[in-house]
């Protein structure tokens, strides 16, 4: 249950940070939704690496879609890829590998801030 939960907060947040911040934005969306809901460390991951994944491939698509493949087609001749689908298929995985990466930055953080607390009798 907290993976979907996360996904969806992945999801949002980095729809919401590409509106208003600027390209990083959209990581540190991912690394916050990582630090609100903290899971298992490979299904944090897994859910930065989807929820950015999938947010870009949809708008890559909508965006590919509404002006007829010419942009993409040329992008992808000058990167020596076969097709536009392979276009976005390359940014959405690495735009999904830096949410994941991101996802688990911001849980691994919460982690350590906890960890340090709970060695330290002051904070008890």
């Known amino acids: 249950?907290?993976?979907?939960?996360?996904?969806?907060?992945?999801?949002?947040?980095?729809y919401l940070a590409q509106?208003?911040?600027?390209?990083?934005?959209?990581?540190?969306a991912a690394g916050i939704a990582g630090m609100v809901v903290r899971g298992k460390g490979i299904a944090t991951f897994a859910a930065g690496l989807l929820g950015v994944a999938l947010l870009w491939g949809g708008q890559l698509y909508f965006i590919d879609a509404a002006n007829e493949s010419i942009l993409s087609t040329k992008v992808a001749a000058i990167f020596g890829l076969s097709s536009p689908f392979m276009l976005m298929l390359a940014a959405s995985l690495i735009g999904g590998l830096?949410?994941?990466?991101?996802?688990?930055?911001?849980?691994?953080?919460?982690?350590?801030?906890?960890?340090?607390?709970?060695?330290h009798s002051v904070y008890s």
Do not use: C, H, N, Y
């Not at 249950?1 to 980095?14: C, H, S």
């Not at 509106?19 to 540190?28: I, K, N, R, S, T």
């Open 1 to 14: 249950m907290k993976f979907f939960i996360q996904l969806i907060l992945v999801t949002l947040f980095t």
């Open 19 to 28: 509106l208003a911040a600027p390209w990083w934005g959209v990581f540190l």
């Open 98 to 119: 830096a949410g994941g990466f991101s996802a688990l930055t911001g849980k691994l953080l919460v982690d350590l801030v906890k960890k340090k607390r709970e060695q």
